[in-house]
């Protein structure tokens, strides 16, 4: 397969202007704002099936249709640059690599939904790839590629590159905005949909970094060819991040629907040291975890969703047979305890009590009720909070303790 | 003495300001900058961010006490964040946090007593590929083992 996304990951210094426009880019862009109706775009983009990548595979040009059609409020255009599931590692490449590949796909996008302002969040701790992006939408200013009368256009654009502070939470798309407002990172209540009620109460879509992405090169080729490269309902191709475990741990540019025992066996080269496998979470930290028996299965997100579990980031960590289960979850929960915003209280006492009692277990102090406790725990997690953060947290609790019982079970005695 | 470093600092606000289509949006990056320059956030800093936003002082409290990245006391001169999920300690990173630990004879959120670096054991940085990894002042280091830990310890001032 012809690498699409990652095509210029490993040209030398493609972040730089002069190299990513050797390589064609803002060809795409230029030819769409000088030529191209907006309403051309939401409909190539819908008919290319593409999803959005940041993890709930939401239909992007669905999304962009929530727009008010009669709003006299400006629209804004937010990127979700705020990267932060565990085992996710694949918009960082993006933006060190090739940022100017994203700020084309911003570019057509904001024609598309009629927005002349663009937000990026980019997570506070990615200080060397936010200062690549910035130094890569001030040479795209200087070309007036952003700006006023882009391209002799009538149309104008500004992209302000935001950084965050360190708060996984503020990847969910409304703690975001609340971020971005300069506030903490609460989720909102929905409805209101950003798309109706978003940034400073206006119309606003937020997308991922991967997923607009892909926008300059579903209007170069055609969505057909989009919905070709993917499986049926999953358009294109996906960044898969893959560590752990492995022998070749990185980033694989793969079609939509690759099976995972090819993923892991045949691109990522095995499991380190020949050893068997034991365990793979398919797309970060939040999706149940498969165990050996259970790698037949295509990573797009309807198989997985059909197997129990999701394709959410496309992070995928390997674990092989000497990782002990009840560890990889004590640190799953220190995570979400770690990270829960606490403001649902099913979510912040939750997290938090699912991770002590995970802990006395793993320190050898479990008693036999425990496992029942952290089932109903998750249970009670589950749907009953403001964000999904809540439901991510009792994902992992469910399916260790469920495929795993026997090894949580051996610790108790 | 903050405050005269915040002076410094205003025309810079001024200019960030100018980007966001409301004042309060910019309360991250005022602190961002702030920090940046005087080491940690101080009242004098929340009280900056405040007149320059318009957010309320306690708001701005609410900020930095709840992002994992704005600090009320000094750091070191280096900070380290050590990354303490899946990916890494799947790769050993536990024994090379303690190792670290050990060199520089402090716990997680410590700074060693000539305040030259500062320990923080952070979630998911998001770069699993080179696990185990750690953050050294903004800077990735990946495939870490205890002897690359001590090279990396050894060239900074």
């Known amino acids: ?413 | 003495m903050s405050q005269q470093i915040l002076e410094t600092l205003n025309p810079e606000a001024q200019k960030i300001l100018a980007k966001y289509d409301e004042k309060r949006a910019a309360v991250l990056t005022l602190l961002h900058l702030a920090q940046d320059k005087i080491g940690h956030v101080t009242p004098e800093v929340e009280a900056w961010v405040s007149q320059w936003t318009e957010v309320p002082v306690v708001r701005v409290r609410e900020v930095v006490t709840f992002y994992s990245m704005y600090r009320q006391k000094p750091a070191g001169r280096h900070h380290i964040r050590f990354c303490t999920t899946t990916s890494c300690v799947l790769l050993g990173g536990e024994n090379i946090l303690g190792h670290l630990k050990k060199k520089l004879c402090i716990k997680n959120g410590e700074t060693t007593s000539d305040g030259k670096i500062s320990l923080e054991e952070a979630e998911c940085l998001c770069a699993c590929e080179a696990a185990p990894m750690m953050q050294v002042d903004g800077k990735y280091y990946g495939d870490l083992d205890e002897k690359k830990v001590d090279q990396i310890l050894a060239s900074l001032k």
């Open chain 1, 1 to 413: 397969m012809e690498p699409i996304l990652s095509r210029n990951f490993n040209v030398p210094d493609a972040w730089r202007l002069s190299v990513a426009q050797s390589r064609g880019a803002y060809e795409t862009a230029k030819k769409v704002i000088s030529s191209g109706k907006p309403l051309d775009v939401v409909a190539a983009v819908t008919a290319s099936n593409l999803r959005g990548l940041g993890g709930a595979g939401f239909p992007t040009g669905k999304k962009w249709q929530f727009l008010p059609k009669d709003s006299s409020k400006p629209v804004y255009l937010v990127i979700n640059a705020d990267e932060g599931e565990p085992g996710t590692f694949k918009d960082r490449y993006i933006l060190e690599r090739d940022p100017h590949q994203l700020i084309e796909g911003i570019i057509i996008s904001a024609f598309a939904i009629r927005s002349h302002k663009a937000y990026i969040y980019i997570r506070g701790e990615y200080v060397e790839p936010f200062m690549r992006l910035q130094s890569a939408v001030d040479e795209a200013y200087a070309k007036n590629y952003l700006g006023k009368n882009i391209f002799g256009s009538s149309f104008g654009l500004d992209i302000v590159v935001h950084r965050g502070a360190g708060a996984y939470i503020c990847g969910e798309e409304t703690a975001l905005l609340n971020s971005l407002e300069g506030g903490k990172g609460f989720p909102r209540l929905k409805p209101p949909f950003p798309a109706i009620v978003g940034l400073f109460g206006c119309p606003t879509i937020i997308n991922n970094v991967e997923t607009l992405a892909c926008v300059p090169h579903i209007l170069k080729n055609g969505p057909e060819w989009f919905v070709k490269l993917g499986s049926p309902g999953n358009g294109g191709t996906r960044l898969f991040s893959v560590s752990g475990h492995i022998k070749k741990p990185g980033v694989y540019e793969l079609p939509m629907g690759t099976p995972l025992r090819e993923m892991i066996y045949k691109h990522a080269g095995g499991i380190r040291g020949d050893k068997n496998l034991k365990a793979v979470v398919p797309g970060g930290i939040s999706a149940k975890i498969l165990t050996a028996n259970e790698i037949d299965v295509n990573m797009d997100y309807d198989s997985l969703r059909n197997a129990g579990t999701m394709l959410g980031s496309a992070g995928v960590i390997v674990m092989d047979e000497t990782t002990c289960m009840v560890k990889a979850l004590v640190y799953a929960c220190k995570f979400f305890a770690h990270e829960s915003c606490g403001q649902c209280s099913p979510c912040r006492e939750g997290t938090g009590w699912a991770y002590k009692i995970v802990k006395r277990i793993h320190d050898g102090q479990g008693a036999v009720k425990d496992l029942e406790t952290l089932l109903t725990i998750a249970k009670n997690m589950e749907g009953r909070t403001i964000c999904v953060f809540a439901d991510a947290a009792a994902w992992p609790i469910q399916s260790y303790i469920t495929k795993f019982r026997s090894e949580f079970e051996e610790y108790i005695g």
